[in-house]
């Protein structure tokens, strides 16, 4: 074999035995590189799906949340709508109060049912927001100040109308005392006098009854601002006042006019026992004329 020849077979020998050996590193490297591939692919689709679950978990939280919220919050609409339609009837009912503080009162009753009504349609709206769902739930004590204000102010209104019908009654009964007194003979002045302790308490009543209602007849909502809430409060606290007052006159004026009536009673007794006693002496007299002839 020439050197030649000897020389081109070694180098592709040496080529051959280069490439073999370079093979597996090459397919080592590969590998490796594809398994590394492979596994970063993998858990990035793991940490993908593991986001996915957790995403839809607090979806599903803040659902159940918004819809719990909703549910709540037409509850407690439902539930002062249906305080304010029976606030409502009962001052119909009223038989007492002037037709404007009536109608001033049920007016601004209608104005809250209206606005609440209005409210319950904005939750609606609002189901898929929590922000605003929240902000809407709270304007229901916040700004819809029912019982802070509409209930009590009603019941005020309602306290005078009673007080103001028994006054009323009170008066009748009045002047009936008046006529018996007038048409007695005994006692007189006692009476005259327990009377007009009854008419001035009676009409004391009436009094403090009138200023409770036009204390709170123009009464508005706070709608949040603590300074109305705040003159709310004390004229309501005075409104109170006003109507126990006038139920003490009340009990006081029923109290004169139970004197009055025992006092009547009593001179009844004491005519008739008058009368029973001239009766018989009168029948025995004629009876001892009789004998006598």
Request: no cysteine; glycine share 4%.
């Amino acid at each position: 074999m020439s050197n030649k020849l000897q020389i081109t077979i070694t180098a592709l020998a040496l080529a051959a035995m280069a490439a073999l050996t370079a093979a597996p590193a090459f397919a080592l490297t590969v590998g490796t590189n594809i398994g590394l591939s492979a596994n970063a692919n993998v858990n990035a689709g793991g940490a993908n799906a593991n986001a996915g679950v957790s995403t839809t978990a607090k979806m599903t939280v803040s659902a159940a949340a918004e819809a719990r919220m909703e549910n709540r919050a037409n509850q407690e609409i439902t539930r002062r709508v249906d305080v304010l339609n029976a606030l409502i009837a009962r001052i119909n009912a009223m038989q007492n109060l002037s037709t404007d503080d009536k109608t001033a009162l049920s007016t601004s009753i209608q104005t809250q049912i209206s606005n609440l009504t209005d409210l319950q349609s904005k939750i609606t709206a609002d189901a898929s927001d929590t922000t605003a769902l929240r902000t809407d739930v709270q304007s229901i004590t916040g700004s819809y100040r029912i019982f802070a204000l509409i209930r009590p102010q009603a019941a005020i209104e309602a306290a005078a109308d009673r007080i103001l019908s028994i006054a009323s009654l009170m008066g009748t009964i009045g002047a009936k005392l008046q006529a018996r007194i007038t048409s007695s003979t005994a006692n007189a002045s006692s009476m005259v006098s327990i009377y007009n302790e009854f008419t001035a308490k009676v009409t004391a009543a009436q009094t403090a009854a009138n200023a409770a209602v036009n204390e709170v007849a123009s009464l508005q909502p706070d709608m949040g601002n603590k300074t109305q809430m705040q003159a709310n409060l004390t004229a309501l606290k005075d409104a109170r006042t006003k109507i126990q007052a006038a139920q003490q006159d009340l009990v006081a004026a029923r109290k004169s006019a139970g004197e009055i009536v025992k006092i009547l009673i009593q001179n009844d007794k004491a005519i008739l026992k008058t009368q029973a006693s001239t009766t018989v002496n009168a029948s025995g007299s004629v009876n001892a004329s009789g004998s006598a002839q």
